[in-house]
């Protein structure tokens, strides 16, 4: 189900003259019915509104007062979002000839043509108060409250995101919580304003447009109007031309792929920026421990501490937050296990809330490999919003690999990251004549419609902060840290940084050094461990002019290798000593 809940406003939306019909209480109820919650975002006061309708219980929440009060009928509980205007207020309204006038719990209402005058009366009592009107209707409300807001408040209580959301009003005061709602409805006999706003202008007016968009949600949870909401659309990159790339952010899986070090952690850190950006929530699954350092989400687990799948699932309850789910601390042969168990919790609570709107899957090729034979049996035919991460599309399961619609190619040849996709799809490879690379560009393929376009992709904010914080001064895990061993294997010292290696490559011996420099250890993890390939290609370069005739003496090499790091990445002030770690198994020596 794609949108879980209706929020509607009241007069002139499904009322008319203060009246719901009973054709409109009839389409409430099919919505309620559906299993979708209801929503009343109304300006009218709660007691004024029970004079003319007497069917609360439809709706699971009622934000009354213009945004100022929520309501629950169920338990009939009421919730002031606001402080209530001073009595000097409202007598200085009633001395200079304001009338009639209304005091809600919070709200003070009157009707044209007094605004002048409320506005004069904020201004010499020097109150922080705002004025907003409902075609003839004058409200005065607390400068941060509004419908939004009471919205926004009752859908936290609801646990539900506002990308779950429609909403249908027809006068100014809609606009806020109109904008909010994932899709936004006018009724025919909206103020232009309003319809011009609006992703949708319905051909009926009052009750009857409200019902005319109930039986689109009921028939094909308005599908037919998926690609006509462009506001939320989220930037991908950028053309050579100057045309920005924008994709849906319902759009179906998309698989970001290329060599190691070749950018695929930048592009996904973009992305899930813009994600974060327009509210839209996202669950990352980190195998390697690559993100330990997220801007924009909480990370559980680590090293050390396994994650908790309960604790992730709570975090994740609240539609604000996105979660980091790292792995590292898991032995590898239970990573994919605890990932069906993880994935299958994920998408239940996809199923009753719409969250989270992302599944971010890092080093896919592992977690969801070819051989892994629960895949096709667990996975529903249409799993979608899914993003892949990957070295290897080919080690991808192909079950998996049916849900990408978008690929995103990294890397010096992302030609051959296509072609390995295709092999494993068995589907004919998109034709790239013709295209032009510009640099530091990516491959971009929307299997949907044959598309194939170059772009500079959206940078990210933080992606430059959390690779040098990582690489530069975290903790790498054991199978992706540097051990100096030397040539008789006489030593065991862990570098899980590059602090530790530049610190413990200036402790040991010249030989031991140099072993490591010359048999391409050091170039060799720069790909792996730190997974920077220009790093990489500076220290086999370094590594040639020490092996092939001492061009380099040992001293020189720890300086240029010292200096590649630092010109890359700034490093704290402050050095600690390596210890040695006897316990690890060494993987670089």
Known sequence: MRYLALATDYDGTIATSGIVDQPTLAALERLRGSGRKLILVTG???????????????????????????????????????????????????????????????????????????LEVIRDLGLELQVIFNKDAVMVLPANINKATGLKAALKRMELSPHEVVGVGDAENDHAFLSMCECSAAVDNALPAVKERADIVLARDHGAGVTQLIDQMLADDLADLEGKVERHKLL?????????????????????????????????????????????????????????????????????????????????????????????????????????????????????????????????????????????????????????????????????????????????????????????????????????????????????????????????????????????????????????????????????????????????DDATWKFHLDRGDVARWFAEGIKDGELEAEAQGIAEQSSQGNRVTPKESRALIRAAIEKRYTLPMTPFMPMPDTDAKPVHA
């Not at 100022?68 to 169920?74: D, F, G, T, V």
């Not at 005091?103 to 044209?112: D, E, P, R, Y």
């Not at 295709?422 to 560009?441: I, N, T």
């Open 44 to 118: 009218r006061e709660l007691d004024d509104l029970k004079k003319t309708f007497d069917h609360f219980e439809i709706f699971e929440w009622i934000v009354a007062e213009n945004g100022a009060l929520l309501y629950r009928p169920s338990n009939q509980e009421s919730t002031y979002l606001g402080e209530r205007p001073s009595q000097a207020f409202v007598d200085e309204l009633v001395r200079r000839g304001v009338g009639p006038i209304s005091v809600g719990g919070i709200i003070v209402a009157t009707w044209h043509p007094h605004e002048t005058t409320v």
């Open 236 to 508: 991908l990159g950028t053309r050579a031309d100057g045309v920005e790339l924008r994709i849906r952010p319902y759009d179906n899986g998309i698989l970001i792929a290329g060599p190691s070090g070749s950018g695929k952690s930048t592009v996904a850190t973009g992305l899930l920026e813009r994600l974060g950006e327009h509210k839209f929530q996202y669950c990352l699954i980190d195998p390697e421990g690559d993100y330990t350092a997220f801007d924009g989400a909480i990370v559980l687990g680590g090293a050390k501490q396994p994650p908790v799948i309960d604790e992730t699932l709570q975090v994740l309850k609240d539609p604000t937050r996105n979660c980091v789910f790292n792995m590292v601390g898991v032995a590898l042969a239970d990573r994919p296990a605890m990932f069906l168990t993880l994935l299958s919790r994920l998408l239940e609570l996809r199923a009753a809330t719409g969250r989270p709107h992302w599944i971010v899957v890092d080093e896919a090729h592992h977690l969801l490999p070819t051989n892994w034979l629960p895949v096709a049996l667990a996975l529903p035919q249409q799993l979608n919003r899914l993003i892949l991460i990957t070295v290897h599309p080919a080690a991808v399961s192909p079950t998996v690999l049916e849900t990408v619609k978008l690929v995103v190619a990294v890397g010096p040849e992302p030609a051959e990251t296509v072609k390995e996709l295709c092999v494993a799809l068995k589907a004919p490879e998109p034709s790239l004549a013709g295209l032009q690379r510009g640099e530091d560009e990516v491959l971009l393929w929307s299997r949907a419609t044959g598309e194939t376009a170059f772009v500079r992709p959206a940078r990210s904010k933080s992606e430059r902060r959390r690779h040098i914080r990582k690489y530069a001064e975290g903790e790498l895990p054991p199978e992706r840290s540097f051990y100096f061993r030397g040539p008789t294997k006489a030593l065991n010292l862990r570098a899980q940084n590059l602090i530790l290696f530049m610190q413990t490559a200036d402790g040991v």
